[in-house]
């Protein structure tokens, strides 16, 4: 059923809106998902701060056109769904990848930062470990120089005290001896 002139202004408004707030956009084929299965798939995405929309494909064409992007025809071509990620893409590239093996959902591709991805390479984000945990690892390997140059202050402060203690130790035997001998 063709829509309305006013109605795909409302969606070309609303799709360039949603484009304006990501961080990235994630393509998948829908096609043989029931209804349950799409559901389940948006309570998932909207868990990780994002959202899903099925979209027209024309008119999706020509927003990205419009952005100076540039995508493969091929993943504007039969029904698709994009993701579109207000924060992180890689936790919404996790779902995707994970609810991938258990149905008929089928990844096409993603931009990030007007960079194109194949499917490939969302999987690849996919993988990646949350930002918590890269910035953990950041964090720990900010502080390994640091750690180590206390270490080897530390080091070197806990020989003088040896030395320090070691001669102390001579002097009290020193000092028991001669009064041994008086």
Not at 53 to 61: C, T
Not at 152 to 161: E, S
Request: glycine share 8%; with cysteine.
């Amino acid at each position: 059923m063709a829509i309305t002139k006013e109605r795909k202004n409302e969606l070309v408004e609303h799709y360039r809106t949603l484009m304006g707030q990501s961080q990235g956009m994630l393509f998948v084929d829908y096609r043989g998902l029931r209804v349950n299965q799409m559901e389940k798939l948006r309570g998932a995405i909207r868990e990780s701060g994002s959202s899903i929309y099925v979209v027209k494909n024309r008119l999706m064409k020509l927003i990205l056109e419009e952005a100076g992007m540039t995508t493969p025809s091929i993943w504007l071509d039969d029904p698709t769904a994009i993701a579109f990620c207000f924060k992180d893409v890689p936790p919404v590239a996790k779902v995707m990848t994970d609810f991938t093996k258990d149905s008929t959902l089928t990844i096409k591709g993603g931009i990030v930062q007007k960079s194109v991805l194949s499917a490939d390479q969302v999987r690849a984000l996919a993988d990646l470990p949350s930002r918590e945990v890269l910035l953990g690892q950041v964090l720990g390997t900010i502080n390994a120089p640091a750690s180590q140059v206390v270490g080897v202050v530390a080091g070197g402060i806990r020989q003088v005290l040896n030395v320090l203690q070691a001669y102390v130790d001579k002097l009290e035997e020193g000092g028991a001896s001669a009064t041994q001998t008086a």
